[in-house]
């Protein structure tokens, strides 16, 4: 999915070491981006798989699909200059025993740096991911904050004395959960429409979560619109969480959002990038927390696609992401986000919990799905293992559990901590402005949107397409981008 791509495995059926004939598994295989898996049963040794190129092609073409044109490839690049820069030139050994020995340092350098640093943690606990049916909140509410409070109050009511539960610490909600997304039909939105939906952190909604926090010692993950102090106007979609006494420890921006479809008017902090680091320094995009529950991150929606971001949150020492989500996909475009958080949760080491909407009750009261309103809140394990799963949409809450010692076990075992062995330097320099969304492109007047219709996506398809990063489809249509969903290719 991350590539827009197709991938094929070719892998031997058995292997033979000086008398000792081992079967391998059965991983020969064609990936195909949304559709079911092609691969060898039994004993097959090979698969022919079926694939139409020109149609992976026209998908790139499509703003909805072409995720390696969306990413902000800047933005992670400096991330990686400056941790290239911080582990140096890294040896490459050339023995068994050598690269074991480096291995070793390089467990010890990762947990001086990032590790867990508390005396005490609860090693084993449980988590409640909350699927909320809410109450829609039309643009230009008049009551705004009650509608916010009810959306909170109702689903408070609905789990009860779960979060009440001795070994449950910690509640996560999903995306959109207290004020909605602004949307509506409503048109056209705009940056001065999402921000009355800004959650105050001062502010009685605010303050109720707070409550509920401390009234159930229960640390609560969530998502709201947020303005900075420092950034007046800039509306970002942010995540939360609060530790089981109240306190406000920690805030993500979310970096990969739907802004760059247009319609929806937030501030990522790669759109407003220099002003951005200046208040919160390149830290401030990655943060995460050390707490006794581990070292947890929050993430939102959007996130799960973009393995930069995660992996990012990893270097930090991220052992927990906490994924407030709203995930409007139907059926074959889940199977590629599903597939991305089992990759997140293993390729880092961490477990993976993410909550999403169950359904949406309208102003007639009527409870029905819209395009974020789906469901299938999941929990996925740090070996990429589904731990439990809500099978559709409806009110509900999934428990499930934590096991802190097993996660630090398997870090520290080099044959699976891959995150141990990445190369910062090998990403320093491909990761640029010359690649995906630039960075600072709405730096200017905070009401003109640059990416309103498409146009900022178009200009970067259209880039990898004259420089062949893309290859323009066998009869593509002569016309720019159309919001019916068409090719986003200029007439040559």
């Not at 991938?7 to 031997?12: I, K």
Request: net charge negative; glycine share 10%.
């Amino acid at each position: 999915m991350e590539i827009a791509g197709y991938v094929a495995v070719a892998s031997p059926k058995s292997v033979t070491v000086g008398r000792l004939a081992m079967d391998l598994p059965g991983v020969t295989a064609f990936y195909n981006w949304e559709r079911p898996l092609t691969v060898a049963q039994g004993a097959e040794s090979f698969v022919f798989p079926d694939f139409d190129i020109q149609a992976l092609r026209r998908k790139r073409c499509m703003a909805s699909v072409t995720y390696p044109a969306i990413v902000r490839a800047n933005a992670f690049g400096e991330g990686y200059r400056r941790w290239a820069a911080e582990a140096g030139d890294l040896p490459a050994p050339t023995t068994r025993e050598g690269w074991l020995r480096e291995a070793e340092r390089r467990l010890a350098l990762a947990d001086e740096r990032f590790g867990p640093k508390l005396d005490h943690y609860e090693m084993q606990y449980d988590v409640m991911s909350v699927q909320p049916v809410t109450y829609a909140i039309p643009p230009g509410s008049t009551t705004l904050q009650e509608d916010m409070m009810r959306n909170v109050e109702t689903t408070f009511q609905y789990i009860g004395g779960r979060a009440a539960a001795p070994g449950t610490r910690i509640a996560i909600f999903p995306e959109f959960w207290i004020g909605g997304s602004g949307s509506g039909g409503a048109g056209q939105r705009m940056a001065n429409h999402l921000e009355p939906l800004a959650l105050a952190i001062d502010g009685p909604v605010f303050d109720r979560i707070r409550e509920f926090a401390t009234k159930n010692r229960i640390y609560v993950a969530f998502q709201s619109f947020e303005v900075h102090e420092k950034l007046p106007h800039r509306v970002f979609n942010s995540a939360f969480l609060l530790n089981d006494s109240g306190d406000l420890i920690n805030v993500y921006r979310k970096i990969q959002c739907a802004d760059v479809w247009g319609g929806f008017p937030v501030s990522v902090p790669g759109s407003v990038f220099d002003q951005y680091v200046d208040v919160f320094g390149y830290e401030g995009l990655f943060p995460v927390v050390d707490t006794p529950l581990g070292v947890l991150a929050n993430t939102v929606c959007f996130d799960v696609s973009i393995p930069e971001i995660t992996s990012g949150l990893r270097h930090y020492g991220a052992e927990v992401f906490l994924h407030s989500t709203a995930e409007g996909h139907g059926t074959e475009g889940r199977i590629p986000w599903d597939n991305a958080r089992r990759l997140n949760a293993y390729e880092n080491g961490c477990y993976y919990l993410s909550s999403n909407a169950g359904g949406r009750i309208n102003r007639s009261n009527d409870i029905g799905l819209d395009s974020q309103s789906r469901g299938m809140t999941k929990m996925i394990n740090y070996d990429g293992t589904q731990q439990g799963i809500i099978d559709g949409s409806g009110q509900a809450a999934l428990i499930g559990h934590i096991d802190l010692s097993a996660l630090r076990r398997f870090r520290a075992d080099a044959r699976f901590n891959l995150h141990l062995w990445g190369n910062p330097a090998a990403y320093a320099g491909p990761y640029t402005g010359e690649v995906g969304m630039p960075n600072n492109l709405w730096a200017g007047d905070w009401l003109d949107n640059p990416y309103v219709g498409n146009k900022a996506l178009e200009d970067v398809i259209n880039g990898y397409l004259d420089r062949g990063i893309y290859v323009t489809p066998e009869n593509a249509p002569e016309k720019i981008w159309d919001r019916s969903g068409g090719i986003a290719i200029r007439p040559r």
